[in-house]
């Protein structure tokens, strides 16, 4: 149990496009989902906490018009990056959070490798 | 969140057991020990966690120390498909509360 999928794993896109992200969790509903990106040989860095029926939460540093997410229901969140440039490129990876035994635990998802050309 | 120390990479041998350790000296009463590792390209996957007794599941043994200031990961028999980087990573039981990384430990099994 706990799977989390993401949609695409990889994208390739123009300068100035715009790429959608899906985040689902497939075997369990999460209120909570958080968007994460890695650059290359480096750590995670949160991007946002995203709540189910609620505006994200951004971390400071992190443009929320570029940054697009959207929790629509208990399974799904989306990030989209809006008028992407290269320096987008990134690692984009989500989590969600599930309850179980008394304690939250997060899943990740497989990523998404977005290279901006 | 309280901070985590690991060291920067560990060699093991294949079949041996790796002992992964993580200093969290600043720990707070209800902040648990969560364990996640990342295999090169993917996205990191659950280990482990515990609050203050030791845990064991079927990929890990965790062993938290008494006053809780330092853990162990262990894992008894290491294949090659362990090689990960691995996060010790502190966090409130509090839903909504997101995982902070560190560096984590590289840890590279060898034949």
């Known amino acids: 149990g706990a799977v989390v999928s993401q949609h695409p794993s990889w994208v390739i896109c123009k300068s100035g496009t715009s790429v959608k992200i899906e985040c689902r969790s497939l075997d369990f509903q999460a209120t909570t989902m958080f968007w994460y990106r890695q650059f290359p040989k480096q750590s995670l860095m949160l991007m946002a906490t995203s709540n189910e029926g609620s505006k994200a939460t951004y971390e400071q540093g992190v443009e929320k018009d570029k940054f697009l997410i959207n929790h629509a229901s208990l399974t799904l969140s989306t990030l989209t990056v809006t008028s992407a440039h290269p320096e987008d490129s990134s690692f984009y990876i989500c989590s969600a959070e599930s309850f179980r035994g008394g304690t939250d635990t997060q899943y990740f998802g497989p990523g998404t490798r977005l290279t901006v050309l | 969140d309280a901070k985590t120390t690991q060291p920067t990479s560990m060699d093991c041998a294949e079949g041996r057991a790796a002992n992964l350790p993580c200093n969290h000296s600043t720990i707070s009463g209800n902040e648990y020990v969560y364990w996640y590792r990342q295999i090169h390209s993917q996205g990191p996957q659950y280990i482990i966690h515990?609050?203050?007794n030791n845990e064991t599941n079927e990929m890990a043994s965790l062993i938290i120390t008494e006053d809780r200031k330092s853990s162990t990961l262990i894992l008894p028999h290491a294949t090659l498909r362990d090689t990960a980087v691995y996060y010790c990573i502190v966090r409130f039981n509090q839903a909504g509360t997101a995982l902070i990384f560190g560096k984590g430990t590289t840890l590279s099994v060898s034949s």
């Open positions: 515990g609050l203050k």
